[in-house]
């Protein structure tokens, strides 16, 4: 009797097997859940394994791979991907509001805080305060001559100053200028109306004279009255020693007459 070969003996069975074996499915499901759920168990393989086919094989690894596969999606489900971070807006800002005035605290009985320096002032015409020898004094008059703090190297203003005590219905004022150089009129001025005077202004012998002549029916009332001369000379401080006024007035009283010379500016 021949023997068959080794290999087609072999291939025979294996053949014949394959065409027998029925897989069981439902075993085949349950061992993949157990495999997914748990750390891989080593078994010892089974002879009947050894003879599936190949198809069998790839189809088992197949299932192995979906059922993993559905397996990771389930978990992925019940872990849903972080979502970006919330920013919640920024609110406005608000407008920066001036602090409320605090109110001042009232200093204690008795005290005051330092007051502001008062305002001072400038007469308009300052006299300095003229000597014995430029002032005079008779009856209701009193009298006093001064060289204005505003004259100049130029220029000069003598000033006077006359007050009664009485109203004056005859009025005659004379101011008597030295020509010491250059001496030459540029204006004058007084306190009275000058309505109520006859004002002349001349040179004679030497010297400039300004008159103030009150008027006839015109009365000067009784208080403080101011006189002016103003005159242009030579370059240099002026030399007013030999200046001088003359003042004569009629009063209820009677005649009156005072006179002196300018006390020099201060």
Known sequence: MNEEPVNEHIS????????????????MLARVQRGMAGPATRHRTRSGLRSWPRAAL???????????????????????????????????????????????????????????????????????????????????????????????????????????????????VELRIVQTGGVRDTGNWRTLSPDDFTVTVQESGGTLVYRWVLKPGRTVPAGQHEFAGQYNHATGVRVTAGDSYRVEAQSAGGTASVGGGFAPAG
């Not at 790839?58 to 397996?71: D, M, Q, V, Y």
């Open 12 to 27: 025979r069975q294996l053949r014949e097997a394959a065409e027998a074996h029925q897989p069981d499915r439902a075993r």
């Open 58 to 172: 790839a189809g088992l690894a197949t299932a192995g791979i979906l059922a993993t596969g559905s397996l990771a999606m389930a978990e992925l489900a019940h872990f849903p991907l972080p979502s970006e971070p919330t920013v919640a807006p920024a609110a406005p800002s608000s407008p920066a509001v001036p602090p409320a005035p605090q109110p001042s605290t009232p200093s204690p009985a008795g005290t005051r805080g330092p007051a502001a320096a008062p305002a001072t002032t400038t007469p308009t015409s300052p006299h300095p305060s003229p000597s014995a020898s430029a002032r005079a004094q008779n009856g209701p008059l009193w009298s006093a001559g001064s060289i204005s703090p505003h004259s100049t190297v130029y220029w000069n203003e003598n000033d006077l100053i006359l007050r009664t005590g009485q109203p004056l219905t005859a009025l005659t």
